[in-house]
């Protein structure tokens, strides 16, 4: 809406904020816009001319979103928030929005600088475990105790490749010696129901049947 985009620039420029802030005027435009350069947040409207916000979010490549949504049309936001969006705005008929805009795109700013964090401290722990020379493994309760990350070590003594291991239908328990597995149950289900520590011994029987 061109009112709205000359009231956010105004607002912008009046209290100097520190944003830059480029304009796309049909979802095919930001599209293409997106793909030129790099952006920090994307401030989205829902009638885009040529598509909905909601159509134009899964193009934004992982840029997070600010929705921006009419008076009584929270229902669209919330709708946009399950798709990916970061957040959203109700525009009000006196503009009161303008004033909570910075805080929110601050706000948004900071949740993907932490994300991104978060994704390459993971990505450095996931590096040491995959290499690690004995059997690393993270899996959760249940079943047959599916494996969601293993190290190096697990497929070379297991015999099994790391899809194998990881596969849905397959799980630490058909690594476990038979006559070991209640044994192993039991204090798991014990770890795990006190949140504490364990130490454990239990027999690995690799795709070679040793």
């Known amino acids: ?30 599209v293409q816009r997106l793909r030129e350069r790099q952006f920090d947040v994307v401030l989205l409207d829902y009638m885009l001319g040529d598509m909905t916000g909601l159509e134009l979010l899964p193009e934004l490549r992982g840029v997070p979103a600010i929705f921006i949504s009419g008076m009584g049309n929270e229902e669209i936001a919330v709708r946009a928030l399950h798709q990916g969006a970061y957040d959203y705005i109700v525009k009000d008929p006196d503009r009161a929005y303008l004033q909570v805009l910075p805080v929110i795109v601050r706000n948004v700013m900071e949740r993907r600088k932490a994300e991104a964090s978060l994704r390459e401290s993971q990505r450095k722990i996931d590096t040491l475990m995959r290499n690690l020379p004995g059997m690393a493994y993270r899996a959760r309760p249940g079943g047959n105790i599916p494996l969601e990350f293993v190290s190096a070590g697990c497929w070379e003594i ?49 795709r070679t049947g040793t």
Do not use: C, N
């Open 1 to 30: 809406d061109q009112i709205d985009r000359m009231a956010i620039e105004r607002y912008i420029l009046r209290e100097r904020l520190p944003f830059e802030i480029e304009w796309a005027h049909s979802g095919a435009e930001a």
């Open 158 to 206: 297991a015999g099994y490749r790391e899809e194998e291991l990881t596969a849905p239908d397959f799980g630490l328990r058909h690594l476990i010696v038979a006559e070991d597995r209640p044994h192993h149950e039991q204090v798991l289900r014990d770890a795990v129901a006190k949140s504490g520590s364990y130490e454990l011994s239990y027999r690995i029987q690799p």
